[in-house]
Structures are given as C-alpha cells and as structure tokens.
C-alpha cells in the first residue's frame, strides 16, 4: 500500500534519448509536485500540479513536459536526454486544504535515478 | 525570494549522545511551515518534525526537537539519545502557507554516528 509510488526506480539511457518517469499516488491527494535532486544532493522543485492543472513552472527547459492525466499522477517526459539531466527525480504530493491534520506536509516518493551516458 | 541556509555541510555525533543541526531562513511571510526531512542511503525522503509559524511552542517528535526563533529565522534540530539509524542527510525545508506553495530546501547535513 505505497503512498506515492515511481517507476522506475533507476533509468540509464544514452544522451539524445527520450524517456518518461511515472507517479502515481494513492492518498486522494489534489496536488502533486516533480522535484530534481543534483549530484551534490541539492533538491529543486521543477513542477506542481493541482487537479491536473500546471501551478509552477519552475523555469525548467521545454524538453521537461510534465503530464497529468488525472489527480492521481503525474509523469515526466524528458525529450533530447543530456549528461546534465543525471539526477534523482522525486515525485510528491499534499493535500491542500486547511482541514488536513498536517497542512502544508508533502509526501516523497522513493525517487528515480537516471543516468544519462 | 525564500532561502534556506544549512551552515553545516557534516556533523558528527557518539551514540546516545545528543546533536543540534543548524538552520537559517529567509523570508518577508509571517505565516508559513518549516520541516526537517531525513535521507538515509536508501534515498527515501522522511518527514522527521514539523512546525507551524503562527505556533510558539518549539515541536517535538520522540527523540527529536526543534527550536524554533522566529524572530531570528532559526530553526534548529536536536536529536537526543543518538542512534545509529540516525545517521542521513537531514534537509531543512521551507513553505510558505500559500495554497499549493513549492518545498525550497537548505543543502543538507551529512550526521555520522559513532558507535
């Protein structure tokens, strides 16, 4: 009964290649977020959807295109893969409203760590 | 902007004994939420303690607590009685209270425990 789940967990492409990261969650949460985590461990948010809407675009390139079909997930595509994009990609999500019990928390999926060679 | 200082890049600490880990903030908000996440080898991100701005009183979770200055933007974690499955990358994070607002993180401290 994973709350927020990714797949895969590890990705390892050649540079120029497309690939996709899927989230998935099942806590009925309305928002969820993509977060990059760099090789010194710095993390950065990149998007977050509220019910399948963009709210932030955090200036990432265009070959970035988050999708979300439904509240429940939200997937990253990544088009033209460069050595640069090797990171953690973690996926998140909260629920939005001053009614929760912990406002404001984000729940953290494992992450996926893409290698681009 | 908002920005998240974590001054100590490692910290280190004997088993059963007790560690702060430091944390600066920046921002012009009165109301928002500060947290301390926990990364072990395994990558996962931990929620380990959370506080509500508008709250005084300092938050605690089990061995762990903050103290939380408003007035002087800190936010420090103390873990008390050490153990070895303490030993991560502890991230502080900071949320404005606005709807659906991003996590802005600090960099991290690596704590080691010392059997």
């Known amino acids: 009964d994973t709350a927020v789940s990714q797949t895969p967990k590890y990705l390892v492409t050649q540079m120029g290649n497309d690939k996709s990261i899927k989230c998935e969650q099942n806590l009925g949460h309305d928002t969820m977020y993509w977060y990059k985590q760099d090789s010194k461990k710095f993390l950065k948010i990149m998007f977050s959807y509220n019910n399948k809407e963009l709210i932030i675009n955090e200036t990432v390139p265009n070959r970035f295109s988050p999708k979300s079909p439904d509240k429940a997930h939200l997937n990253l595509h990544i088009n033209s893969l460069e050595l640069g994009d090797s990171a953690v990609y973690f996926c998140?999500?909260?629920?939005?409203?001053?009614?929760?019990?912990?406002?404001?928390?984000?729940?953290f999926g494992p992450g996926t760590r893409l290698t681009v060679l | 902007a908002q920005t998240v200082t974590q001054s100590q890049p490692e910290m280190s600490v004997q088993e059963a004994e007790t560690v702060t880990l430091s944390c600066t903030y920046d921002t012009s908000e009165s109301d928002y939420y500060l947290f301390w996440y926990k990364q072990p080898p395994s990558r996962q991100m931990i929620l380990v303690i959370r506080?509500?701005?508008?709250?005084?009183q300092n938050a605690t979770e089990n061995r762990f607590s903050v103290n939380f200055q408003k007035a002087a933007k800190s936010f420090s974690l103390k873990i008390s009685d050490s153990q070895l499955g303490d030993a991560a990358m502890y991230f502080c994070?900071?949320?404005?209270?606005?709807?659906?607002?991003?996590?802005?993180f600090g960099t991290g401290t690596r704590l080691q425990v010392f059997p």
């Open positions: 998140a999500s909260s629920q939005e409203s001053a009614a929760e019990p912990q406002p404001g928390e984000q729940f």
């Open positions: 994070a900071y949320r404005s209270a606005v709807w659906t607002d991003k996590l802005i």
């Open positions: 506080q509500e701005a508008y709250k005084q």
